[in-house]
């Protein structure tokens, strides 16, 4: 091996490279270079450092590069899931970012160690100057939307929200409505769209579920198109969104979208393990441009050119801006009655606890329950994985949600009988839960005892003083009537007339 040939080894030993993912992105390669998951990796913009450099440092970079003040950026990690699709699973924690790259990289998990991807969640004001990124809650969950079009056949992204997870579809409708530039009272259908391979799976959502309920999750995609659309089977040729999804899954295996007399669109999805380190042997940082791309304006076919269905034809001006983060509030619902998935649906960004499969999250406080109460799983009976999989992960919101209340909200308490009710119907050992609940009520009724006799003790001595004042005033009435019936003449009394004796 020749030593320019070592010097670059050791170079490339020594940086990482950054590959950073955008909203601009996901806008221009969704409904034009891909149209599954959010984004091709190798298409967007790329950094080489030095993973020693502390990350900070590449936040100043990334400012620099895209004008966004690192006060305004907040980065996600991207995670491969068990069904092979690539999502953003959670933001970077302040921890993590007092990081070198090189450690960083280490801690995400990342399968190429000589890489880290990212996407950049930047939030804009309605002057379209960045703001500070909304602040997220351990309840909301950051989900992915697309626009499909059976008239046009094209399927584009259409921006990104914070949802509570607690709440429902149907809380957002309006806002879907807004991104899309449909009337607010649009009726439209919602697909999660889940995995492409071996086949699509593109399921419908439930608008009336909980999102939790619907095992939807950070990074997840939901794909929607107005209601009147998707019973037209004889008006279009996919009058879906998933109809139009298996064809493109179909023809991908071509290397081709077949779209009929209305042209192709190549699909090219290329291996990242082909595509090289750049090279800069002078700086801490180099950036690698991004591959040419095609601008908006450029995307939209001229009158004599034939129109290609899934030809990026550009969004509203509303789409076009990232849409800013909605908290939604939850709305209250039966917790058993939330849980839906297709049987077949493999077990996507999910951990073992144990013979069990469920989100992250949800595992590291069953964990801690079980730890604790050895016996609440013991009995535990659900068929069906995706089943078992919502039950616990429901349980274990639901677990999270009591954390957060407090003894003396009486609501609260009811309603977690109920729930506990409907968890020990599939074999939950919640004793120890039932006997703090128990514990929590005696506490209450204690409570409301102390205060009213407080509230008593309070009255009584406000009654006392207005007694002792009633006192002082008859003493003071009583001394005034006797000085002045003393000045009074004995002849005249109240009954008598004026002029008695004078006339």
């Avoid at 144990?354 to 999250?361: F, G, K, M, N």
């Avoid at 109460?373 to 919101?397: C, I, R, W, Y």
Wanted: with cysteine; glycine share 6%.
């Amino acid at each position: 091996m020749s030593k320019e040939e070592q010097g670059e080894n050791e170079l490339k030993r020594n940086e990482k490279v950054i590959k950073v993912a955008r909203d601009e992105d996901l806008l221009e390669q969704i409904g034009r270079n891909i149209w599954f998951d959010l984004v091709d990796h190798d298409k967007v913009q790329s950094f080489r450092i030095k993973k020693k450099m502390r990350f900070k440092f590449f936040k100043e970079a990334v400012a620099k590069e895209f004008g966004i003040p690192v006060q305004f950026q907040r980065f996600w990690l991207w995670g491969k899931r068990q069904n092979h699709t690539f999502r953003p699973r959670r933001p970077l924690t302040s921890e993590e970012e007092s990081l070198c790259v090189g450690q960083l990289i280490e801690v995400s998990n990342e399968t190429n160690n000589a890489e880290l991807k990212l996407f950049l969640e930047v939030e804009f004001g309605q002057d379209l100057r960045p703001i500070s990124p909304p602040l997220k809650r351990k309840k909301d969950i950051l989900l992915f939307f697309k626009l499909y079009d059976p008239v046009k056949e094209e399927l584009r992204y259409i921006g990104r929200l914070f949802v509570n997870a607690n709440g429902r579809p149907v809380e957002i409708l309006t806002k879907l409505n807004e991104m899309a530039g449909f009337a607010a009272d649009e009726e439209i259908t919602l697909f999660e769209e889940i995995k492409f391979q071996p086949s699509v799976m593109c399921e419908p959502v439930d608008k009336m579920f909980t999102f939790r309920g619907s095992q939807l999750e950070n990074g997840d995609i939901i794909c929607y198109q107005k209601s009147s659309q998707v019973e037209s089977c004889e008006q279009f040729r996919y009058p879906d969104v998933r109809s139009f999804l298996e064809n493109v899954c179909h023809h991908q295996a071509t290397g081709h979208v077949g779209l009929g007399n209305q042209g192709t669109v190549q699909v090219d999805h290329q291996d990242e393990s082909q595509h090289p380190f750049p090279k800069n042997n002078s700086q801490d940082l180099a950036y690698t441009e991004a591959p040419n791309v095609v601008k908006e304006e450029e995307r939209v076919p001229s009158e004599s050119t034939p129109r290609t269905s899934c030809n990026g034809i550009p969004p509203p001006p509303q789409a076009l801006r990232p849409t800013s983060g909605t908290q939604v509030h939850p709305v209250n619902a039966s917790l058993l009655d939330n849980i839906v998935r297709s049987e077949d649906a493999a077990p996507a960004g999910k951990v073992r606890f144990l013979s069990y499969w469920v989100s992250s999250e949800a595992s590291f406080l069953l964990e801690r329950i079980h730890g604790l109460h050895e016996d609440t799983f013991t009995n535990f009976s659900m068929k069906g994985g995706p089943m078992q999989t919502g039950v616990l992960e429901v349980f274990a919101s639901f677990i999270e949600s009591m954390s957060t209340n407090k003894v003396n909200e009486v609501e609260a308490l009811g309603r977690a009988v109920i729930s506990l009710k409907d968890f020990e119907q599939v074999g939950l050992d919640l004793s120890w839960l039932k006997q703090r609940l128990d514990e929590a009520k005696r506490v209450n009724k204690c409570s409301d005892s102390v205060v009213f006799m407080e509230l008593c003790a309070s009255n009584l001595e406000v009654a006392r003083a207005r007694v002792r004042e009633l006192n002082e005033g008859l003493i003071k009435a009583k001394a005034e009537v006797e000085d002045r019936l003393r000045e009074l003449p004995n002849s005249l009394g109240v009954d008598d007339y004026i002029l008695k004796d004078v006339v």
